[in-house]
């Protein structure tokens, strides 16, 4: 599990650093009269913010995850079970860090007792979880892997449901900014899978799996450039087309 983590979690520190823009940002608004509406957007548009950022590295990770595997650690027995792994992970760390805008609002209000859910929220899922492993024999790696992504991503949703107790937001928005983008980037690096299992390339060695990976993400990253824009604010769109003309 401390493997199949490494790459979903350390993909994620760019999206992290969209919850210290949105406690800065929060801060200043919190003087305002009208805060209660422009906090719950500022939240709508962090949270969007950190879906793309988490949602395109996470998706081709997972897409990619036996190639990735093969080309990190080799072709080796032991780690067959690695690149599922690494797909529940990636799920459960894409609610995790979404999850940061929320609780840097709370922090900016001075309210940081709120936070404090969520760590309850996780120790109980998680001693949910390793009390059910008592009574269900264990019999491979991928069991404690679907019970661990369970249970993050149980404590995460639970904790969404109260941050927007507190800054109530529309259900389409809500559909909009945080499922719309993983459901995307996946379904492109799935795509991308599928293409190139059907191409007859076989990486068989550990080099040739480096480079289709490098082939594979240049590839994705032209694709995610496009998809990406389609997913920005208007405003940040001609920001966009502003820096291209220079």
């Not at 949270?47 to 190639?67: E, N």
């Not at 496009?226 to 220079?246: D, P, T």
Request: charged share 10%; with cysteine.
């Amino acid at each position: 599990l401390d493997l199949a983590g490494k790459f979903p979690l350390s993909s994620l520190s760019l999206a992290s650093s969209v919850t210290q823009m949105t406690l800065a940002n929060a801060a200043a608004i919190c003087n305002e009269e009208t805060k209660q509406q422009k906090l719950g957007e500022l939240l709508l548009s962090s949270i969007r913010k950190t879906a793309i950022l988490a949602a395109i590295p996470l998706a081709f990770i997972a897409g990619f995850s036996s190639l990735l595997v093969y080309g990190w650690l080799g072709n080796k027995p032991e780690y067959q079970s690695l690149p599922q792994l690494i797909m529940m992970i990636s799920a459960g760390a894409y609610l995790h860090i979404l999850t940061g805008p929320g609780s840097a609002i709370f922090r900016a209000e001075g309210k940081v007792s709120r936070e404090y859910v969520y760590h309850a929220l996780r120790g109980l899922a998680y001693g949910i979880a390793a009390l059910s492993l008592l009574y269900v024999q264990v019999q491979h790696i991928l069991q404690l892997g679907w019970v661990t992504m369970l249970a993050s991503a149980v404590a995460a949703s639970f904790y969404h449901a109260y941050i927007f107790h507190y800054y109530p937001l529309p259900r389409m928005a809500l559909f909009r900014v945080m499922l719309l983008p993983p459901l995307l980037f996946a379904a492109l690096a799935a795509l991308n899978v599928w293409i190139y299992a059907h191409t007859g390339l076989i990486a068989d060695t550990r080099l040739m799996a480096l480079l289709m990976l490098s082939v594979q993400g240049s590839l994705f990253l032209l694709q995610v450039a496009v998809l990406s824009y389609c997913l920005l604010a208007n405003h940040e769109r001609v920001a966009v087309r502003k820096w291209l003309a220079g």
